[in-house]
């Protein structure tokens, strides 16, 4: 099944609701701001080993292409969950 960005950023914004609902976490407009520097954090980590430039974890993860597209994919459907909820 192929989804649209509209369709995937939904999906990920109530994922996220359920998230923070369920684990008692006020969404401000900081709470997106630092998430998303989380996420954007994690996918230059797996580029940075994809690239070869930094090393595996000691338990040998990271540096996948699926996972790095994965992340993408999430980073990119945070983005547009944060814009949707703050303009």
Known sequence: MSATFRELSDRIGEVGELYAKRHNI??????????????LGEL?????????RARPGPDGSGGARGALEMRRRICSGSLSSICARTI
């Open 26 to 39: 006020a969404r401000s407009s900081d709470w997106y701001l630092l998430k998303l520097t989380e996420e």
């Open 44 to 52: 230059t980590a797996e580029h940075l080993l994809m690239d070869g």
